[in-house]
């Protein structure tokens, strides 16, 4: 098993990206905690794990609040003694519409979710990493926080923002060997467009699997290796 004794944080782990991304990292031995709203299936992920042999715990976490994070990173760390892998992949779009139709409140929410949050989670992580002089932040982001598309200005702005920060962060801890990756996905076959794209289209896009699959191969890499950025697209789609 290639992550044995390792442990990974993974946010938004209650559906698509994140929920397969702790399903691979745990069946490659990680101890997996798995942070999202959704109590429910946080368990049922946890089951999952338990039943094919592995190991994870369910901490219920709202990443737009800074408090529930600091204790979601304490917990994992006091019960697991260690913490090498940081995923950040809670995220939504909320709406699909032309600028002015976004309120302040659902620029807030984007924002908060995909950018505050992933900035909340990975600040305090990182003075436990920095003390192991180890570990590995792996932020998903999104093929639009490098090109800017029509109608979803709010989370391509939040996108380019965890870019930037992907980029500081990572010149910041390399001297620690800690590093960061930012994935620049495009379109995947989740619940998170609004829009509910038919089959046809759905079966396109790649799969919360194939994210997953990279996700581990950056946490696997050679010691001589690190990967700041990965674009992902579907093989037929420039979306
Ligand atoms: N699908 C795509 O085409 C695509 C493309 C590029 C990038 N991405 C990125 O991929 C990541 C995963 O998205 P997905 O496609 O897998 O969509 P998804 O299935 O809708 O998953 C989103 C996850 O984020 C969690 N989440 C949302 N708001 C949260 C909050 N306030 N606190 C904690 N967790 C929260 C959700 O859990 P709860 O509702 O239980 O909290 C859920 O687990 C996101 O960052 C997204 O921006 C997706």
Redesign the pocket.
């Known amino acids: 098993m290639k992550l044995h004794g390792r442990v990974a944080v993974i946010?938004?782990?209650?559906?698509?990206?994140?929920?397969e991304t702790a399903r691979l990292l745990a069946r490659e031995g990680a101890q997996v905690v798995a942070?999202?709203?959704?109590r429910d299936?946080l368990e049922w992920l946890v089951g999952e794990i338990a039943g094919e042999g592995g190991k994870a715990l369910a901490i219920p976490?709202?990443?737009?609040d800074s408090a529930q994070i600091y204790r979601l990173i304490e917990s994992a760390y006091n019960l697991f003694g260690r913490i090498d892998i940081l995923v950040n992949?809670?995220?939504?779009?909320h709406k699909i519409a032309p600028t002015e139709q976004f309120s302040d409140s659902d620029f807030r929410t984007v924002v908060e979710?995909?950018l505050n949050?992933s900035f909340y989670a990975a600040r305090a992580v990182i003075p436990y990493m920095k003390r192991q002089r180890s570990g590995l932040i792996v932020n998903?982001?999104?093929?639009v926080g490098k090109i800017g598309v029509a109608n979803i200005a709010p989370?391509s702005a939040a996108?380019f923002a965890l870019a930037g920060l992907g980029q500081a962060m990572g010149a910041e801890l390399r001297p620690y060997n800690v590093y960061v990756t930012t994935i620049f996905?495009?379109?995947?076959n989740?619940?998170?467009?609004p829009l509910n794209p038919n089959e046809e289209f759905r079966r396109q896009?790649m799969t919360?699997h194939d994210v997953a699959e990279a996700v581990l191969w950056t946490c696997t890499l050679p010691p001589s290796l690190r990967v700041d950025e990965l674009p992902l697209m579907p093989r037929q789609l420039d979306l």
């Open positions: 946010t938004g782990a209650s559906s698509g990206v994140g929920y942070a999202a709203r959704r299936k976490t709202d990443v737009t992949s809670a995220g939504v779009v979710t995909n949050g998903i982001g999104s093929r989370f996108k996905a495009g379109m995947i989740t619940d998170i467009y896009l919360a």
